[in-house]
C-alpha cells in the first residue's frame, strides 16, 4: 500500500532556530500533501495545503513566515518551523491523498508517522 | 464550514464487549466519510471509508461503518472487541479539498 515518509521523528532545538521536517510519498506521487498539528489529547488541525508546483495554501490563523512549506517535486513536502518558539512544540503529521486506487472514487489519505517537536 | 463531532472522548470496555462510537458532520453537500485508527505510538491507519454506494462499509479488522445521510452520520461498529482494539479513533469527513477530523475517541479495553 501507499507509505509517507516523515522525518525526523523527533527533534529538539533551541528557541529562535528553524527546523525542517520532510514529507516523502515513497511510491506513489503526491501533487497534493497536507500539513497537520495534533495537540496533546486533541484532534489533528489542518495547517496548510502543500501543492506541487505552486504556493501552498494556509488555513487561517497559521502563520505563513513561520510555518514555510515548500513542495519541490511529487515526491517530497517539507514544512520549516522558523525562529521556533516553546509554544511552537507540538506533533506534526503529514499526510498525502494517493489516487492510485482508482481515481477520484477510491482514494485514501496517508499519513506520516508524525514528527515530535519539542523546543526549549 | 464543515465540522466533524466525536461524542464520546473516551470509552472503557471489556474484551467482548461491543463497540459503538458516533461522528456526525456538518455539510450540506457530498461528502467522503473515513475512520482513522492510531495505536500508541504509531501512525493513523485507514480503518473505512465511504464515497457512495451502499451505505453500510466493512472495513479492516471487523471494523464496519454505517453512513445515515439524514443523521448526517457515520457511526463506527464493532461486534466483539479486542485488548489489541485500544487505540484513538478519529472520524473524518472530506468535502472539496479539505479533510477535517473529528476531536477522536480514545479507546481502552480491559483484558
Known amino acids: 500500500g501507499a507509505v509517507v515518509s516523515q522525518h525526523p521523528s523527533r527533534v529538539i532545538c533551541k528557541s529562535g532556530t528553524s527546523v525542517k521536517i520532510e514529507c516523502r510519498s515513497l511510491d506513489f506521487q503526491a501533487t497534493t500533501m497536507f500539513w497537520y498539528r495534533q495537540f496533546p489529547k486533541k484532534s489533528l488541525m489542518l495547517m496548510a495545503t502543500?501543492?506541487?508546483?505552486?504556493?501552498?495554501?494556509?488555513e487561517q490563523g497559521v502563520e505563513k513566515d513561520k510555518f514555510l512549506i515548500n513542495h519541490a517535486s511529487l515526491t517530497l513536502s517539507t514544512l520549516t518551523v522558523t525562529s521556533a518558539h516553546p509554544e511552537d512544540s507540538s506533533f506534526y503529521i503529514c499526510?498525502?491523498?494517493?489516487?492510485?486506487?482508482?481515481?477520484?472514487?477510491?482514494?485514501?489519505?496517508?499519513f506520516g508517522s508524525g514528527t515530535r517537536l519539542t523546543v526549549v | 464550514a464543515q465540522s466533524v463531532s466525536q461524542h464520546n472522548h473516551h470509552v472503557i470496555l471489556s474484551e467482548a464487549a461491543s463497540l459503538e462510537l458516533g461522528c456526525n458532520y456538518s455539510y450540506g453537500g457530498t461528502v467522503n466519510l473515513f475512520w482513522y485508527v492510531q495505536y500508541p505510538g504509531q501512525h493513523l491507519q485507514l480503518l473505512l471509508k465511504?464515497?457512495?454506494?451502499?451505505?453500510l462499509v466493512k472495513g479492516i479488522k471487523g471494523f464496519e461503518a454505517e453512513f445515515i445521510k439524514s443523521k448526517f452520520s457515520f457511526n463506527l461498529r464493532k461486534p466483539s472487541v479486542q485488548w489489541s482494539d485500544t487505540a484513538e479513533y478519529f472520524c473524518?469527513?472530506?468535502?472539496?479539498?479539505?479533510?477535517?477530523f473529528g476531536g477522536g475517541t480514545r479507546l481502552m479495553v480491559k483484558p
Open positions: 499526510s498525502a491523498r494517493d489516487l492510485s486506487g482508482g481515481g477520484s472514487t477510491n482514494y485514501g489519505y496517508t
Open positions: 473524518a469527513a472530506e468535502a472539496g479539498n479539505m479533510l477535517t
Open positions: 465511504y464515497f457512495s454506494g451502499d451505505p
Open positions: 502543500s501543492n506541487e508546483g505552486s504556493k501552498a495554501t494556509y
